[in-house]
């Protein structure tokens, strides 16, 4: 984390990515995540949240000319909001595609550059308490799911997973769990609780 940087200015020589979390309900705030790749380590530049109530229009219309200051005309969303989204979007010239992955899976492959401190991340006290609230749970037929604790929100821990997952996926950056895997089960907590240690404990909580 860069700490007191709270956004990066535009660079005209480097390619920026966006991920946009539409609001999925009346309490649910819109998110944008942006950033770049500098060799294997992605940087967040800027973060927005707009919490309800809001007008869904004005919003996509200051997402889209803050997009464009960083040279960003196409972006991706998350696949559960629908075609409102694509639509806004088609009016001010950007874009939007949804995205490939549900929200449990951006957040298990963001792990690794977590991990390996590949996320460089602006000093943002929302952003990093809903990154430190995600939770990991196990439904009955043995799938793990990460998403809020019940009552909480990750609007903006979405938008970071999904730029993360942008960044990644043009550049194939290897974001599967196999490089933490080692000759027990027990190999891939301890690689997350040396993180730990070594950060402070900001993701304490992450991934548990």
């Not at 909001?81 to 010239?93: K, Q």
Request: aromatic share 8%; charged share 30%.
């Amino acid at each position: 984390m860069s700490l007191d940087v709270r956004e990066r200015a535009p660079i005209s020589s480097v390619q920026y990515f966006g991920f946009v979390d539409p609001s999925g309900g009346s309490a649910d705030s819109m998110t944008l995540a942006v950033g770049h790749r500098e060799e294997d380590v992605v940087v967040v530049d800027a973060v927005r949240e707009r919490r309800p109530p809001f007008s869904p229009e004005d919003v996509v219309a200051e997402f889209s000319e803050l997009l464009k200051s960083y040279h960003i005309s196409m972006i991706i969303g998350d696949r559960y909001a629908g075609e409102w989204p694509r639509e806004r979007f088609r009016e001010h010239g950007v874009s939007y595609e949804p995205a490939e992955k549900p929200k449990s899976d951006l957040y298990r492959d963001m792990l690794p550059a977590i991990n390996s401190r590949k996320i460089n991340l602006l000093d943002d006290a929302r952003l990093l308490a809903q990154l430190v609230g995600l939770e990991r749970r196990t439904a009955r037929g043995g799938r793990d799911s990460i998403d809020h604790a019940p009552g909480a929100h990750d609007d903006i821990a979405n938008a970071l997973a999904g730029l993360c997952d942008c960044t990644q996926h043009k550049y194939r950056y290897d974001s599967s769990l196999d490089w933490v895997r080692g000759p027990d089960d027990d190999f891939q907590r301890h690689r997350l609780s040396q993180h730990i240690l070594q950060t402070g404990g900001y993701y304490r909580r992450l991934w548990r």
